[in-house]
C-alpha cells in the first residue's frame, strides 16, 4: 500500500500553475523534520509534494512559506534524461489531501482561514468515485469543532 502522510513547513510560497489543457498544479517542498535524541542538533528531510486540481489551488491560496502542512498522498517516483544524455531519477509525493496544521492565533500574516484551521482539509475529488462518495471542504469549517492544543491533552 503506497500511503505517505507528512507534517512540515513550507520552504517556499506555492505558485500556482496550469497545464495546456488547463488543469491547476503546484509543487512545493516540505521541510519535515526527523526524530532525533535529546539534545541532538535538529535535522530535516525536504520532500517534493506535487497537488493537482482543486487541492493546487487551496495550497496556492492559504499556504506560504513557513506555515505548517499536514498531507497525505502517495509516492511517484520516475525518471529522465538531460540534455548531456544523463539519466536522472525523481521520487515525488503527490497529495491528496492537505490541511492546516498552524493555529488561526499563530498566523503571522494576520489570514483569516475561515474558521477552525484543524478542520480545514480538502480532499482531492478522484475522477472514477461518485460525488456522494467523495468529501471536501471548500475551505468553510464552521462545522467543526476546535482540536485541543497540546497544553490541553492529558499525556
Not at 5 to 33: C, N, W, Y
Not at 74 to 100: H, L, W
Request: with cysteine.
Amino acid at each position: 500500500m503506497n500511503i505517505v502522510t507528512l507534517i512540515g513547513r513550507l520552504t517556499a510560497d506555492p505558485e500556482l500553475k496550469h497545464t495546456q489543457s488547463g488543469i491547476a498544479m503546484t509543487r512545493f517542498t516540505v521541510a519535515v523534520d526527523r526524530r532525533v535524541k535529546a539534545g541532538e542538533e535538529k535535522q530535516a528531510d525536504f520532500i517534493t509534494v506535487v497537488a493537482w486540481r482543486q487541492t493546487a489551488e487551496f495550497v496556492s491560496k492559504y499556504f506560504s512559506k513557513g506555515k505548517r502542512i499536514a498531507l497525505t498522498g502517495s509516492i511517484r517516483t520516475g525518471s529522465y534524461t538531460t540534455q548531456d544524455g544523463s539519466k536522472r531519477y525523481t521520487t515525488e509525493v503527490f497529495a491528496d489531501n492537505v490541511e492546516f496544521c498552524d493555529s488561526k492565533n499563530d498566523s503571522n500574516s494576520g489570514e483569516n482561514y475561515g474558521g477552525n484551521s484543524y478542520g480545514s482539509s480538502y480532499n482531492q475529488q478522484r475522477q472514477n468515485s461518485s460525488p456522494a462518495a467523495t468529501s471536501y471542504s471548500s475551505g468553510n469549517t464552521g462545522d467543526f469543532e476546535e482540536m485541543p492544543s497540546d497544553d490541553d491533552l492529558p499525556f
